[in-house]
């Protein structure tokens, strides 16, 4: 049964860019997914940030799009989120996910990460 995890730095400093890695386990990133960034800042709802397909296009919410980098890396069954500038405000819970062609969504275990000096 494939397996997402979120890994990367719990704390990062206001301006700078803070970066996170999906490990793709138990299965590898393969065509007919979107492989997703979401977040999820304390007391607020889901937000889309962006995805990656296996042929390497990307997709960005208009709002992060001048702030986000998502890229893959197939050999390594990973993909990987940069979000630069970041402020307070960034501070999330941020989940990978997988996300079919139909819709259904896979999700790893979230990683919360506080923007603080």
């Known amino acids: 049964q494939v397996q997402l995890q979120e890994s990367g730095p719990g704390l990062v400093k206001p301006s700078q860019t803070l970066s996170l890695t999906c490990t793709v386990s138990g299965g590898s990133i393969t065509p007919n997914y979107h492989w997703t960034w979401i977040r999820q800042p304390p007391g607020k709802g889901l937000e889309w940030m962006g995805a990656?397909?296996?042929?390497?296009?990307?997709y960005y919410s208009p709002s992060l799009k001048s702030r986000t980098s998502i890229s893959r890396d197939t050999s390594k069954n990973e993909f990987s989120l940069q979000l630069s500038s970041v402020t307070p405000e960034d501070t999330a819970v941020y989940y990978c996910a997988r996300v079919s062609v139909i819709g259904s969504i896979y999700w790893g275990q979230g990683t919360q990460v506080t923007v603080s000096s």
């Open positions: 990656i397909n296996y042929e390497g296009s990307t």
